[in-house]
């Protein structure tokens, strides 16, 4: 029996990058292709449950008119059991977000959803299928632990532990995906993993700049970049990679958590180009990789003198009679 095919999209966080996971997602629908269970880790929980709850154009809505900081920077006393105030606001945040998803719908989606979280009580990355939890308020409390950054927001307690974002711990989970019985693995990340070229630093914060946008691209992508994939595939699955290119790299406070209209018009543009040209690349890809096969196998032509000189002289027919084996001596 053939295996059944699972298609898993991955959607690895970003922060105000998410956007670029909107027009990736565009494209793909366009192409007929669609997730049979997503994995969001940060920003890609909101843009998962947001799509598993209304599809491309909630997406879409949530993100044209979204700016970030007017929603981040807000003083509040209460909701932060580790310092007593917080002067980001993650009710307000929350309240923003939330209005794009319908929490009772995305959970009797067919589509399979998995959350990643870091558990601080624990110490450890784990992820929270939507099937682990008893109702859609679950559901909504393990998803707000999943865009929980550390130091902005406080963290979320849930059935005794207390969660913040998955992103730090475990942002682009391929081998969760492999867990999941993935076939086919499609890989949004936000995070761009090429850098431009810096033949030299001029100044010491320079070097410094430097050297958190290389820890911010190594944290974020550490998923792929250090996999063991052969030809596009991990563990046999193919995977099509969907990133934004170095425009797009680099950490800095307000690049990394400033979202504005127009920005996140550009990022859905950008996110939609780099899907076509993802999959313009996984097809070229494929192609070549079926010709060579093609030309590795010998022609009829050249089989036929090998086989000849190898074959045996026939003899008589062999006779199997009930009750033999023909493999007896």
């Known amino acids: 029996m053939p295996k059944r095919q699972k298609r898993v999209f991955i959607l690895g966080g970003g922060a105000a990058l998410g956007a670029h996971h909107v027009g990736a997602l565009k494209y793909l629908e366009e192409q007929g292709i669609q997730p049979d269970a997503i994995i969001g880790s940060s920003i890609g929980v909101i843009n ?73 009580s624990r110490g450890r990355g784990e992820v929270f299928a939507k099937r682990d939890c008893a109702d859609w308020r679950e559901l909504r409390t393990v998803s707000r632990a999943g865009y929980a950054i550390p130091l902005l927001f406080p963290p979320i307690e849930f059935r005794g532990d207390w969660y913040v974002d998955g992103g730090f711990a475990w942002n682009i989970p391929l081998d969760r995906a492999i867990d999941l019985g993935a076939t086919d693995i499609y890989l949004l990340a936000p995070i761009a993993s090429q850098l431009p070229y810096r033949p030299r630093f001029r100044t010491f914060f320079g070097f410094v700049q430097r050297f958190i946008d290389v820890m911010w691209r190594t944290i974020g992508n550490m998923g792929y970049l250090y996999a063991r994939m052969d030809e596009g595939r991990f563990h046999g699955v193919p995977v099509t990679i969907i990133e934004p290119d170095e425009q797009w790299s680099g950490f800095g406070p307000l690049a990394v958590f400033s979202a504005y209209p127009r920005k996140n018009r550009n990022l859905m543009a950008a996110g939609y180009r780099d899907a076509k040209r993802a999959l313009a690349v996984r ?14 196998r010998p022609t009829r032509a050249e089989e036929t003198p090998v086989a000849a000189a190898e074959s045996p002289s026939p003899g008589p027919p062999a006779v199997l009679r009930a009750g033999e084996s023909d493999d007896e001596p």
């Open 48 to 120: 998962a449950c947001a799509y598993g709850s209304g599809g491309v154009p909630q997406l879409e809505r949530a993100w044209r008119g979204f700016s970030s900081l007017p929603n981040i920077f807000s003083p509040s006393l209460r909701h932060n059991p580790l310092i007593g105030i917080s002067f980001f606001s993650m009710d307000r945040l929350s309240a923003a977000i939330e209005r794009y998803i319908d929490f009772p719908k995305l959970l009797a989606s067919p589509i399979e959803l998995e959350i990643v979280v870091l558990n601080l």
């Open 283 to 296: 097809k070229r890809t494929e192609a070549e990789a079926k010709a060579a096969r093609r030309a590795s």
